[in-house]
């Protein structure tokens, strides 16, 4: 991290009573944040939030016990932004997997304790000359945290070049939970979704979902809020969103965690992700000096009073 940007950072987190700055073993920038509410952490390279736990809960947003820390890289669970496209590139296979956002160098841009006592976190990105190659475009690219007795994330994306473009995207988030086998998921039903784990085969939702094996589903046309209840844990994490038509259902399972190698042998047990975006059938079209806002709101309660 250059000098200059280390200065503006420590600036604005040293202005903001609960937010503190640390790196990792490669040098990676982390904020720290701690309020009445509970703690989180955010990775600056791909303004990655790690950790989301509210005070008396497991954390909500899950990061790996194996995540893997290196420049370029984004480490396993949290909330990694995909963007400008979501899982492989249509045309070129040797393209990063999930576009080029989660692995850039971000800039924090305001830092904020509100009334309310949470802590709000803007981040902005724009694709420069070293990701020409990939996306030579002028898109700038914000995403806005606020951490408090829930946690809001809107990630915003702009047009300013002269063409129109197409592009999808995807908070790709990891939800802790006790043991995947006796979660439910709601709000999907009689959806309509592309089965990646079945040759990206068309399928209809029949009833609630619940996880038994590899699960990789991209859910089409949906706007309900999800709701993954967790028996073990006695809590419901409410997913709500605008500006979203895709909801994605993953979970790796035994076999494929052992080959991503940053799961542990039991890691896939205790997370699942619930990812809200614009994918597939849904990508999005941005004409010049147009913008798309992709707005998520998490919560939790009490599944049994």
Request: with cysteine; net charge negative.
């Amino acid at each position: 991290m250059a000098h200059s940007l280390a200065d503006t950072l420590l600036d604005l987190i040293n202005n903001v009573s609960g937010l503190s700055v640390s790196t990792e073993e490669h040098g990676l920038p982390i904020i720290h944040c701690r309020n009445a509410w509970g703690e989180s952490q955010i990775l600056m390279q791909g303004a990655q939030l790690l950790e989301w736990s509210p005070h008396g809960q497991p954390p909500v947003v899950w990061l790996s016990p194996h995540a893997r820390w290196r420049p370029g890289k984004s480490p396993r669970g949290g909330v990694p932004i995909c963007w400008p496209w979501f899982g492989p590139h249509e045309s070129r296979e040797d393209y990063p997997a999930h576009g080029i956002a989660r692995a850039a160098s971000w800039e924090l841009t305001e830092a904020s304790l509100l009334e309310d006592e949470s802590h709000q976190l803007l981040f902005r990105w724009v694709p420069d000359s070293t990701h020409s190659g990939y996306w030579p475009f002028n898109t700038p690219l914000e995403i806005r945290y606020t951490l408090g007795d829930a946690l809001e994330i809107e990630l915003i994306s702009r047009n300013d070049s002269t063409g129109t473009l197409n592009l999808s995207e995807a908070l790709h988030t990891y939800f802790g939970v006790g043991d995947v086998r006796e979660v439910t998921i709601r709000g999907l039903e009689g959806g309509e979704y592309l089965d990646k784990a079945d040759n990206g085969r068309r399928q209809y939702q029949s009833g609630p979902i619940s996880i038994t094996g590899e699960t990789d589903r991209v859910y089409l046309s949906t706007q309900s809020d999800c709701l993954i209840e967790d028996p073990l844990l006695n809590r419901i994490i409410r997913i709500e969103k605008r500006g979203s038509q895709s909801t994605v259902v993953w979970n790796p399972w035994e076999e494929k965690s052992k080959r991503l190698g940053d799961l542990g042998e039991t890691g896939y047990l205790n997370m699942v992700c619930v990812e809200s975006g614009n994918a597939a059938d849904d990508r999005i079209t941005l004409k010049p000096g147009e913008e798309q806002r992709l707005w998520v709101r998490y919560s939790v309660s009490a599944l049994v009073e």
